[in-house]
């Protein structure tokens, strides 16, 4: 709810005495995975500094029905002013958000601050859909204690190399069972994010795989098959490179139980490993590349958006002023769209004179305020996230966990994708006839 007042209110911090028009917004964040105390700091240092922001909250909703809850807010005008968005789901999105003003954030300021994969996924047609705090793309989690034991002295840095590490790694009886794999790969449903693993040997190998805005699913070129074939080959029994199947543990599961030499994955599951064997020792590397072709990596993340209709409540906002004027519904969205924005643009943007400009949404009237500290890198010490933006990749090049997923962040790519989760179904599918032998 946004409101005015008639009488004065305080100046400072660069606004000037005259006082522009005054008003108070109070926005809602909704999100995934992180805890409200990832905000905190941050919020409140923000509401401190614009007078123009009532409260900020923030709410943390289930994975499991986070979409579901979101578009039926949504729908209803009740959903939250700001929330997160998977960076595959901005195609389907963009009818239910607010592009950036350029007075928040302009194109080539986005383009110049975030990695190339974060513009291809919120760009579009030169306006701004959402801003990331982080990106992930994928990386190879080995065992240096299964390592150690095969004479292999650190992980493999192409596909070729790891062909060669497989026999040496792997443990399988005279019957055939796999008592300890060299890597999980070849399955779709006991590997965590396998059709992610298949997109990205798809990218390397110079794929050409496309969503029609119609849902048509495209990948029939020769590379995608290649790809498919390298892939599904660690799950053939009588292949040289044999050393996963159906029914082995989980990915995650055997990789923490230690029975399993190496597992490819995105950066937030280092603490599930932590959580699950504190004792585990492992390492984390970059995604091999097949040897004489460019560098290719995925990602896989969430980025910020802007409601762009909501119904305000009147309750409990009109007293925090006295003399309150009510706005009418249009100027009072356009406030909420105003300062949701500038929100965005002080948590997610660089700002390197140490300061932020903030601007009055009814008069436009500006004021520099000074910074302390970099919101998002606040943010990123601690969630122990990579980085989405491309002076912050700098700083996390000496951190051994976090290195191999902010330099992979530079070489990731996405393709669009009008319905994600029907995609992953048809290629878990397609992985899934590979194993039953009923697709070559």
Known sequence: MAVVCSTVFLSGCG???????????????????????????IFNDYQKMNPYIGQITYRKLPLETYKEDLLNALAAGKGPDIFMIRNAWRGSFEDK?????????????????????AVDDFVSDGKIYGVPLSVDSLGLYYNKDIFNAAGITGPPVTWEELLLDVQ?????DGLGNVNQSAIALG????????????????FQMGSSINQTKEGRTEFSDENSRRALDFYTQFARVGSNYYSWNPRLHYSIDAFYEGTLGMMINYSYHSATIRQKNAKLNFGVAPLPQFAGRAPVNIANYWGFAVAKNKVTEDAGTQGMLKNAVKLDAETENTLRIHEAWQLLNYIALPHPEGKITLRNGLEGTMADFPLTSDPTKKYLEKTGK???RRDLIDTQKNDVLIA?????????????QGNPEAVETIFAEMINGVNLGSKA
């Open 168 to 172: 040496k790694l792997n443990s399988i």
């Open 386 to 388: 990579p980085a989405a």
């Open 187 to 202: 399955t779709a449903y006991n590997i965590n994010r396998s059709t992610d693993i298949l997109t990205a040997l798809m």
């Open 404 to 416: 191999p997923f902010a330099l992979g962040n530079l070489i990731a790519k996405n393709w669009y």
């Open 97 to 117: 958000v607010v592009p950036a003003p350029d007075t928040s954030v302009t194109e080539k300021q986005f383009r110049d601050a975030f990695v190339d994969v």
């Open 15 to 41: 606004f000037k005495s005259s006082a522009p028009e005054k008003y108070l917004v109070r926005l809602e964040v909704w999100g995934v995975f992180d805890d409200s105390d990832a905000y905190t700091e």
